[in-house]
């Protein structure tokens, strides 16, 4: 059945009858023609249907009922699009129920539009690989209707969390590898559950926006070897929910913005640009112990994280064994970009335990040598401290790498490389006091007022009578005047390389523009021999 518009009447498409959708989008509504309940052969449809408007006039169409011998919803819903192409542009309007599809749906957004009410596609029996495919036969620049909302007001559902994601199938495809203009048009108010790719993109597919979509239980993949892809896809007030719901970009250009990501990662594989803005991004696993939660593996990839919230693991997982960014060595140019990143507490997050089995073993937010920017990160009183990157490591010859170079001795003598009692890498420094004396050496490096000052270190001690080996870092001003003591970390005997600390994280006081690193092994009685590695500090 159907209702004709004029071209002008129809200018606000895509209204839902007895109600306005996203600020006119839905063109409005109005009485429809009744269905005759006429069948003739396979075919039931309403009166205007034999006898479609004039070439000026748009419809809005709602499904016949099945037919005797139907079993699915698969022939109603294509008679309903045959009929949509008999005028300009149509909604096809769908009831508050649930549909048995067994096929892909194919959706001409220059053509015609699908809209539910809380509608339940049900493709559990697909035999298709493909339950949605959105694409675009017409040029937006000179067809307006394909500008619109294409999509809205549905569940598309193949399997429920208990149960393996449909193999080999796709909820929503958009683009086209033949058609150039898949572009301009919207997904809105859609839940996706249980595919194996839940949303995937494939050529010629831009400017496309997706509101308010929930996609659980299914991945989401955008290969890297696409044409004519990407430009400003945007994802508004989504979110992207458990078993396998991660994303992997290879090209484009997508902005994520008050969306959540719970236990759903995303891997960029290719020369793409991803943006999160005030975003949400919790566990990356709901019982995992190593998973990334954004990786980047390409050289030109670049990845921006903006006033976005960062939850650690939580109790369900003992010891979390990865770092939460990782970007790979040789993306030297654009990287990721951390700003006013908010860190909640935790005290299971110990990347170092993994990383040291592939000789990384650093306690770090961002993992790999690829650039990295930071500032403006809260991160609160975690149990565990760490740095943010090695790459904005601000000590020199941290590692012992170019002997003592950097370093300053202030008490004592006993300063050195030794090269058998290590970490990682040629040697580690070694600080050493016998009774009654101390040992002491400090490095100096920048610092900015009310930037956050975080750090990481590998440390052993050994000690026979009584002492301790100290780590201080104060802070100074212009005048060269010290102003405090932002941390003092106190370590007794140790039999192995340690790493865990408790205090590594300070505000910058108003005022400072110098801070002081000192090591020092301090003995009362009998010696005392301090060892310190990988010394990575930031300020952020």
């Given amino acids: 059945m159907a209702k004709k518009f004029t071209r002008k009447q129809f200018v606000a498409l895509l209204g839902v009858a007895g109600a306005s959708f996203l600020g006119g989008r839905f063109f409005p509504s109005n009485r429809v023609l009744q269905d005759t309940g006429m069948e003739t052969g396979n075919m039931v449809y309403a009166e205007s249907a034999r006898t479609p408007a004039g070439a000026n006039s748009n419809a809005v169409i709602t499904l016949g009922r099945r037919l005797t011998k139907e079993r699915t919803d698969d022939s109603r819903l294509e008679r309903a699009i045959r009929q949509a192409l ?127 979509v929930i996609s659980r239980w299914g991945a989401h993949y955008v290969p890297p070897v696409l044409k004519n892809m990407g430009e400003n896809i945007s994802f508004e007030r989504c979110a992207f929910f458990d078993n396998g719901a991660h994303w992997v970009i290879g090209t484009g250009t997508f902005h994520f913005h008050m969306t959540s990501f719970n236990n759903s990662n995303i891997t960029v594989n290719g020369d793409a640009v991803v943006t999160l803005e005030q975003c949400h991004l919790e566990r990356p696993g709901s019982k995992a112990s190593t998973s990334h939660r954004i990786r980047i593996e390409h050289p030109g990839a670049s990845v921006y994280v903006n006033n976005t919230v960062i939850v650690p693991p939580g109790d369900q997982v003992d010891e979390f064994l990865d770092t939460m960014f990782y970007v790979t060595d040789d993306n030297t140019q654009h990287g990721l970009t951390l700003h006013n990143i908010r860190l909640t507490p935790s005290s299971n997050y110990l990347p170092f335990k993994s ?77 050493s006091s016998t009774a009654g004396a101390a040992s002491s050496v400090y490095q100096d490096f920048p610092v900015l007022p009310q930037k956050l000052l975080c750090g990481q270190l590998w440390r052993k001690v050994r000690l026979t009578g009584r002492g301790r080996a100290e780590v201080d870092i104060k802070y100074f001003n212009y005048a060269g005047q010290m102003m405090d003591t932002a941390i003092y970390t106190k370590y007794e005997s140790s039999s192995d390389w340690e790493n865990k600390s408790t205090n590594f994280f300070s505000v910058v006081p108003a005022g400072a523009c110098r801070a002081r690193l000192i090591l020092r092994a301090v003995c009362d009685s009998g010696q005392i021999d301090f060892w310190v590695d990988d010394i990575i500090i930031n300020v952020v």
């Fill in 86 to 212: 008999s005028y300009p542009y149509a909604v096809i309007q769908l009831d508050a129920a649930e549909l048995v599809l067994t096929r892909t749906v194919k959706i001409d957004v220059s053509r015609y539009a699908i809209s539910g009410v809380g509608t339940v596609l049900n493709f559990k029996k697909l035999r298709d690989s493909v339950a949605i495919h959105l694409f675009a036969s017409a040029d937006y620049m000179k067809q307006y209707q394909n500008t619109h909302v294409a999509l809205h007001g549905v569940t598309l559902k193949a399997a429920s969390q208990q149960d393996s994601p449909l193999k080999g199938t796709t909820g929503l495809l958009i683009g086209d590898s033949k058609l150039p203009n898949n572009s301009m048009f919207e997904v809105s108010d859609v839940n996706l559950e249980g595919f194996a790719y839940n949303i995937r993109f494939t050529h010629n597919a831009w400017r496309v926006n997706f509101v308010r």
């Fill in 355 to 431: 990383m040291e089995k592939s000789g990384g073993g650093r306690q770090l937010l961002v993992s790999g040598r690829g650039r990295v920017q930071a500032d403006g990160l809260s991160i609160g009183s975690h149990s565990n401290s760490f740095a943010v990157a090695e790459s904005l490591n601000l000590i020199y010859n941290g590692d012992a790498s170019n002997g003592t170079d950097g370093w300053f001795v202030t008490e004592g003598s006993s300063f050195a490389v030794d090269l058998a009692e290590k970490k990682f890498g040629g040697g580690s420094f070694n600080l």
